[in-house]
T-cell receptor, first 113, second 115 residues
Framework: KAGVTQTPRYLIKTRGQQVTLSCSPISGHRSVSWYQQTPGQGLQFLFEYFSETQRNKGNFPGRFSGRQFSNSRSEMNVSTLELGDSALYLC????????????FGPGTRLTVL | AQSVTQLDSQVPVFEEAPVELRCNYSSSVSVYLFWYVQYPNQGLQLLLKYLSGSTLVKGINGFEAEFNKSQTSFHLRKPSVHISDTAEYFCAVSEVGNQGGKLIFGQGTELSVKP
C-alpha cells in the first residue's frame, strides 16, 4: 500500500505570496491532519479534515486554511506569507477514529524569503 | 488543555548501551499516549502507543514504554541501542473522546548513538 504523499517536497516563496500544499492519504483513510514543524515551536497541529469537513482546528491565524475533497485528498493554503511561516508542513492520515494510527507523509519544506 | 514535556532535548549514548527518553504530560482529561520517531528529512513514524490495558507497551525496533498514571509519565526505553537509532523522538498525547484525536507533541529528544 502506498504511503502518504505530499507535493511539492520543497517550495520557496516570498513574503506576501500565497501557497497551496497537497496531501494524498493512504487508500481507505478518511481523516487527514496537518501539522507545522519549526525549530522554535516544534510540532503544532493546524487542522484535521474528515469526510470533507473540518473536525478539529489548532490555534493558527485565518491565513491558514484547508480543504478536503471527496477522494480524501487534502490541500492547505497559506495566504499573505510571512517569514515565520517557513517550516516543514506535515500531513498525516488515518482511517477515521481517535485510536487509529496516524501515518505521516515526508512533509513539504516551505521557505519564505 | 494538554501539554507534553520531554525532559531531555539531547541524549548522547554509546552503541549497545541502554537508553531512556523521558516524557511527562499534563491533562485534565484522560489521554492516549504515543511515541514517534523522525529520521532526517523524513516524516514521523509511530513507535508505539498506549490506549488502555497493560501499562507496559512494546513497540517496533525493540522499544518499549511504560505508562505511569500517578506520575503522569510515559518514558521510552531500549535495552541496547544501535547506530541506526540515531534520530529525533517525539512523545505525544491525544484526548480520549476527541473524535479527531489531534496530537499534542513534546519538543522532541535528539538521540545520538555513538560507536
Amino acid at each position: 500500500k502506498a504511503g502518504v504523499t505530499q507535493t511539492p517536497r520543497y517550495l520557496i516563496k516570498t513574503r506576501g505570496q500565497q501557497v497551496t500544499l497537497s496531501c494524498s492519504p493512504i487508500s481507505g483513510h478518511r481523516s487527514v491532519s496537518w501539522y507545522q514543524q519549526t525549530p522554535g515551536q516544534g510540532l503544532q497541529f493546524l487542522f484535521e479534515y474528515f469526510s470533507e469537513t473540518q473536525r478539529n482546528k489548532g490555534n493558527f491565524p485565518g491565513r491558514f486554511s484547508g480543504r478536503q475533497f471527496s477522494n480524501s485528498r487534502s490541500e492547505m493554503n497559506v495566504s499573505t506569507l510571512e517569514l515565520g511561516d517557513s517550516a516543514l508542513y506535515l500531513c498525516a492520515s488515518k482511517v477515521q477514529g481517535t485510536t487509529d494510527t496516524q501515518y505521516f507523509g515526508p512533509g513539504t519544506r516551505l521557505t519564505v524569503l | 488543555a494538554q501539554s507534553v514535556t520531554q525532559l531531555d532535548s539531547q541524549v548522547p549514548v554509546f552503541e549497545e548501551a541502554p537508553v531512556e527518553l523521558r516524557c511527562n504530560y499534563s491533562s485534565s482529561v484522560s489521554v492516549y499516549l504515543f511515541w514517534y520517531v523522525q529520521y532526517p528529512n523524513q516524516g514521523l513514524q509511530l513507535l508505539l502507543k498506549y490506549l488502555s490495558g497493560s501499562t507496559l507497551v512494546k513497540g517496533i525496533n525493540g522499544f518499549e514504554a511504560e505508562f505511569n498514571k500517578s506520575q503522569t509519565s510515559f518514558h521510552l526505553r531500549k535495552p541496547s541501542v544501535h547506530i541506526s537509532d540515531t534520530a529525533e523522538y517525539f512523545c505525544a498525547v491525544s484526548e480520549v473522546g476527541n473524535q479527531g484525536g489531534k496530537l499534542i507533541f513534546g519538543q522532541g529528544t535528539e538521540l545520538s548513538v555513538k560507536p
